[in-house]
């Protein structure tokens, strides 16, 4: 059973930044495509950014040309790069892979204030 662990987050002021990591249990990381996911209080979770094993990249538009994905596959590790935060950045993110999902770690909560 992969287990998920992510870090990072923290309170800044809109404008700032923080870089989440992701780090994942197990032998099958490299070959997954990975995402992050956030879920702001009383929202469904969302998607934000997938990266492939091959290492391409996509993003919600929504943090389009602010956040940059990437991944360390010999630490089995997936980061996030958050720039130009915004309040509505403000949840709680997680990362998972593809469904069927991993089962889901406690997520890092990222607080931006105005």
């Known amino acids: 059973q992969v287990q998920l662990l992510e870090s990072g987050g923290g309170s800044v002021q809109a404008g700032g930044s923080l870089r989440l990591s992701c780090a994942a249990s197990?032998?099958?990381?490299?070959?997954?495509?990975m995402n992050w996911y956030r879920q702001a209080p009383g929202k469904q979770r969302e998607w934000v950014a997938i990266?492939?094993?091959?290492?391409?990249?996509n993003y919600a538009d929504s943090v389009k040309d602010r956040f940059t994905i990437s991944r360390d596959n010999a630490k089995n590790t997936v980061f996030l790069q958050m720039n130009s935060l915004r309040p509505a950045d403000t949840a709680v993110y997680y990362c998972?892979?593809?469904?069927?999902?991993w089962g889901w770690g406690q997520g890092t909560q990222v607080t931006v204030s105005s």
């Open positions: 197990g032998d099958t990381f490299s070959i997954n495509a």
């Open positions: 998972n892979k593809n469904h069927p999902y």
């Open positions: 990266i492939t094993s091959g290492g391409s990249t």
